[in-house]
């Protein structure tokens, strides 16, 4: 993911601009994961790893906004983290039983109904 800068525009206005595209592109990300949450979720949480990359990259302007900022979307990225990780491990389970049915049958319906609930509070 990258980022455009018009040099001929104000900094503070295309950094203004940037960051309202991603954080609605990161709300976009979080309808998609109401159907497809192993895509969803992932794809928001790297564009909020975006958006705090940006504003590390310009505190210096403002140093408390954008530490507020940063923890902001930290909070937000760390509250996603338990959802996308049980709904990734359910994927590579449901992988691994498919390359593997006899040897993975037994241990793959605990692992499974341990982590839905998880998966299914998204």
């Known amino acids: ?10 900094l503070t206005g295309e950094v203004r601009r940037i960051l309202a595209d991603e954080i609605g ?6 309808e998609t994961a109401r159907d497809k949450p192993e895509q969803g979720l992932h794809k928001c949480r790297k564009r909020l790893k ?4 940006l ?3 310009v505190r210096s302007g403002d140093e ?4 507020t900022e940063n923890e902001c979307y930290k909070q937000v990225s ?3 983290a338990g959802p ?4 990734a491990l359910i994927e590579t389970i449901d992988r691994l039983g498919s390359a593997f049915p006899d040897e993975t049958a037994a ?16």
């Open 107 to 122: 241990g793959m319906e605990l692992v499974l109904a341990q982590h839905q609930p998880l998966a299914d509070g998204i």
């Open 50 to 53: 975006g958006v705090r990359a």
């Open 84 to 87: 996308r990780e049980a709904t």
């Open 55 to 57: 504003l590390r990259l």
């Open 1 to 10: 993911m990258s980022f455009r800068i018009d040099p001929r525009l104000p």
């Open 64 to 67: 408390p906004f954008c530490q």
């Open 78 to 80: 760390a509250l996603l």
């Open 25 to 30: 592109k990161a709300l976009g990300q979080l």
